[in-house]
């Protein structure tokens, strides 16, 4: 099989090096010459930087990976279904963090492209292909998310081809609808991100000039640590779901205002809570 | 030195661990026979399970360490103050997660008190003499509180004794005024602790059965892992800090709930936010 991955950074690129491994040919597109050195240096050969070349490349290929930002993607996608010999050829999928947005878009303009939104959940602080590691997506989860309610048989096969390239990653795949894909997005990472940022920047208040040792220990750092994601990478991920993500934050907010209250009447049951909190964990966790 | 440690949970036994390696000779009191064998079992031959031992066993040590939970300390002090030669004569120091409430209860009671307040920066979701590790304490800091404006040449040489003993676990020390210790930890520790069920309880509002692999990647881990921590703990330190932690989550409230209204604007300035974040956090973490 042939694998063309247009935008080859952290989540491309440890794509491309798991997939070689696998026995797949994998060329791409990146956008500046300091990413296609590194490639290189990762051995990828056949890697591009403008689009008439990927165009001409994809001719080649059964299967184009998005690994581009959402926005990106639209207009790489109008670009491709253009040209009518890989419209009718190409399975396509792309990697973004939400689904809805890319699969109406898909449904509205494309409802006969043998689409799958793919969303890989797992990354990184880091970014980059130099960051790229081919064992990334090992027991992580990818979500799939159909865009039309009723595939045809191209469609399907074309899930089921994607299925398998996921499986060569050691990932596990689960079937979601692209709405409830975002609404459990917003519970268990988009929400999250901004939820760290919060915390972090409310500790931005305390004057710790004068201590001599850190008070940071496990619990901020672990509380934090998404904090130091890419801003620019999360402002685009965010406004992709911007209904969910903001339901969540009133929600966290409403409830961080329900414990003060009943913090302050002294009626708060704190091991209640920790206990109904670990029920919850328990479930998501769930392999 | 002889030290007594009242209570060799996770962090007395800790302590144990490494100031017997340090040369300091330790003894001192759990309630069960259980966690008498497993101290046993970690060579401590010294240990007593009750008040009356422990009050005889002090008569012979110059440092009483308190490992109790707060609300166990109170009683513990009044009983040890009450015997005229321990009160002059012995070193204390409590490890409580909160200091102005029992740096309040010394001065009240106690102002001639040889004691400082002391608060390990260290822990584990797991508890108990055998989750001990000689090298908790490692790089972490411990904040010391005073519990008086004006220390006498007791308690100046008595913050001496307990700022070197704590240099021996290769701790940092850090000096803070008490409330404002607490108002530290509403920030980076004890608000957090009730984050991160507050948002692990939301998750449980999903209706993940049908789903065929976990949606919980690194983030989600990360945000909820100290929700596994002990509610019973949390509860106790939640209490004893109640009026910064009840603060701290109306900040967090409000804030979710402007990012929210930002969001729905469109006016929510995400990569802004995660640079303020950053910002923020690079101050707290600074070692």
Same mark, same amino acid.
């Given at each position: 099989?042939?694998?063309?991955?247009?935008?080859?950074?952290?989540?491309?690129?440890?794509?491309?090096?798991?997939?070689?491994?696998?026995?797949?040919?994998?060329?791409?597109?990146?956008?500046?010459?300091?990413?296609?050195?590194?490639?290189?240096?990762?051995?990828?050969?056949?890697?591009?930087?403008?689009?008439?070349?990927?165009?001409?490349?994809?001719?080649?290929?059964?299967?184009?990976?998005?690994?581009?930002?959402?926005?990106?993607?639209?207009?790489?996608?109008?670009?491709?279904?253009?040209?009518?010999?890989?419209?009718?050829?190409?399975?396509?999928?792309?990697?973004?963090?939400?689904?809805?947005?890319?699969?109406?878009?898909?449904?509205?303009?494309?409802?006969?492209?043998?689409?799958?939104?793919?969303?890989?959940?797992?990354?990184?602080?880091?970014?980059?292909?130099?960051?790229?590691?081919?064992?990334?997506?090992?027991?992580?989860?990818?979500?799939?998310?159909?865009?039309?309610?009723?595939?045809?048989?191209?469609?399907?096969?074309?899930?089921?081809?994607?299925?398998?390239?996921?499986?060569?990653?050691?990932?596990?795949?689960?079937?979601?609808?692209?709405?409830?894909?975002?609404?459990?997005?917003? +519970? @268990? &990472?988009?929400? #999250?991100?901004?939820?760290?940022?919060?915390?972090? %920047? !409310?500790?931005?208040? $305390? *004057?710790?000039?004068?201590?001599?040792?850190?008070?940071?220990?496990?619990?901020?750092?672990?509380?934090?640590?998404?904090?130091?994601?890419?801003?620019?990478?999360?402002?685009?991920?965010?406004?992709?779901?911007?209904? +969910? @993500? &903001?339901?969540? #934050?009133?929600?966290?907010?409403?409830?961080?205002? %329900? !414990?003060?209250?009943? $913090? *302050?009447?002294?009626?708060?049951?704190?091991?209640?809570?920790?206990?109904?909190?670990?029920?919850?964990?328990?479930?998501?966790?769930?392999?």
């Amino acid at each position: 099989m042939k694998v063309f991955i247009w935008g080859m950074g952290l989540i491309g690129t440890s794509l491309g090096l798991r997939l070689r491994q696998a026995g797949y040919s994998v060329s791409g597109a990146v956008r500046s010459e300091r990413s296609r050195n590194i490639l290189q240096q990762l051995g990828f050969s056949d890697i591009v930087t403008d689009s008439e070349s990927c165009l001409r490349a994809l001719a080649e290929c059964e299967i184009l990976a998005l690994g581009l930002n959402i926005a990106d993607c639209f207009p790489v996608i109008d670009q491709v279904m253009a040209v009518p010999t890989l419209r009718e050829k190409l399975i396509i999928f792309d990697m973004c963090s939400s689904k809805k947005q890319i699969c109406d878009y898909m449904q509205r303009n494309y409802p006969d492209a043998a689409f799958v939104g793919c969303h890989p959940m797992a990354g990184k602080e880091k970014q980059g292909p130099e960051a790229a590691e081919a064992s990334l997506f090992e027991s992580s989860t990818v979500f799939l998310a159909d865009f039309v309610a009723e595939p045809s048989a191209r469609q399907r096969a074309a899930r089921q081809a994607v299925t398998q390239l996921w499986a060569t990653t050691g990932a596990r795949t689960a079937t979601v609808a692209a709405d409830e894909h975002d609404r459990i997005m917003a +519970h @268990v &990472s988009h929400g #999250l991100h901004l939820a760290a940022c919060l915390i972090a %920047r !409310l500790s931005g208040r $305390l *004057d710790t000039e004068g201590l001599t040792a850190s008070p940071a220990a496990g619990s901020y750092r672990d509380m934090t640590r998404i904090a130091e994601s890419s801003g620019t990478m999360w402002s685009e991920i965010t406004a992709s779901n911007r209904n +969910h @993500v &903001s339901a969540w #934050l009133r929600d966290l907010g409403a409830e961080a205002k %329900r !414990l003060a209250d009943n $913090l *302050d009447a002294g009626t708060a049951d704190i091991a209640a809570l920790f206990a109904e909190a670990k029920a919850a964990r328990g479930r998501i966790m769930r392999t």
